[in-house]
């Protein structure tokens, strides 16, 4: 039995899970040539597993769910591929669009819109537009988008209050900048999963993040389900989260 099937819980039970739970979706590819299948299949599967992580999520009673789904820095991938994720993300949204509504889903877009494809960007304001009053559970997507590039539109959004005298110049602080971050009213991710076995961050949330536990897991994200969120979940369940303080009982 592996790890994830040992922490697998009945969907019936409760279960203490973190408020806000991110998750750098990688190994699409990866997971597809190891196969010998073209990597737009590792994709399609990809967006199974994303369907069964947000289920799971909701029926955990996780609050906030964030999935890193499409970075700046994807632009310099294959045109082929990039239009086969576009292609994606269109049916993704216009197929489960009216599930997930359903479901009491909230959707919310953070990233660079303005070079996006009109459609693209409008089916996205669609999204949230017919989600708005939703609370079951908060679908952050992270599309266009990278952490650098949104401090620094946050850095260009206080000058521009600076420069309209609405606020004073030389008092910028940490809470000032997330106020202007593209999500201010979202919390910092309590736990943050990357999938593939890679360790490290790739430009996400890196000012969300000052103190999210981080679980790297060793699948490809199309074998990601309920049960590897379990297991993540139970391993950031072990930790002791300071915050820059004290341990509770050692004092180190």
């Not at 304001?125 to 599309?143: I, K, P, S």
């Not at 260009?156 to 900048?177: D, F, H, Q, W, Y």
């Not at 076995?197 to 981080?214: C, I």
Request: aromatic share 6%.
């Amino acid at each position: 039995m592996s790890q994830a099937e040992a922490t697998q819980t009945d969907p019936t039970e409760p279960f203490d899970v973190p408020r806000h739970v991110a998750i750098i979706m990688d190994g699409n590819g990866r997971w597809a040539a190891a196969r010998g299948l073209p990597r737009a299949e590792g994709h399609r599967r990809g967006v199974e597993a994303l369907r069964k992580t947000v289920r799971a999520a909701g029926e955990m009673g996780i609050a906030c769910l964030t999935i890193f789904s499409f970075s700046s820095e994807n632009w310099s991938r294959p045109p082929s591929e990039i239009r086969d994720l576009m292609g994606l993300l269109r049916r993704f949204i216009r197929n489960d669009l009216a599930e997930l509504h359903q479901s009491g889903v909230r959707v919310r877009v953070v990233g660079e819109r303005s070079d996006l494809d009109p459609d693209i960007r409008k089916l996205l304001e669609e999204a949230e537009e017919l989600t708005r009053d939703n609370d079951r559970l908060t679908l952050v997507v992270a599309f266009n988008y990278g952490a650098r590039q949104e401090i620094a539109r946050a850095a260009n959004r206080i000058a521009a209050e600076v420069a309209a005298g609405r606020i004073a110049s030389g008092v910028v602080t940490a809470e000032l900048i997330a106020q202007h971050l593209d999500a201010p009213d979202i919390p910092d991710p309590d736990l943050i999963i990357r999938t593939s076995g890679e360790q490290r961050l790739s430009n996400f949330l890196l000012w969300q993040a000052a103190y999210s536990e981080l679980v790297f897991v060793p699948i490809y994200w199309p074998e990601f389900d309920r049960a590897a969120l379990e297991s993540a979940i139970a391993e950031y369940r072990r930790r002791e989260r300071r915050f820059g303080g004290l341990a509770a009982q050692t004092g180190s």
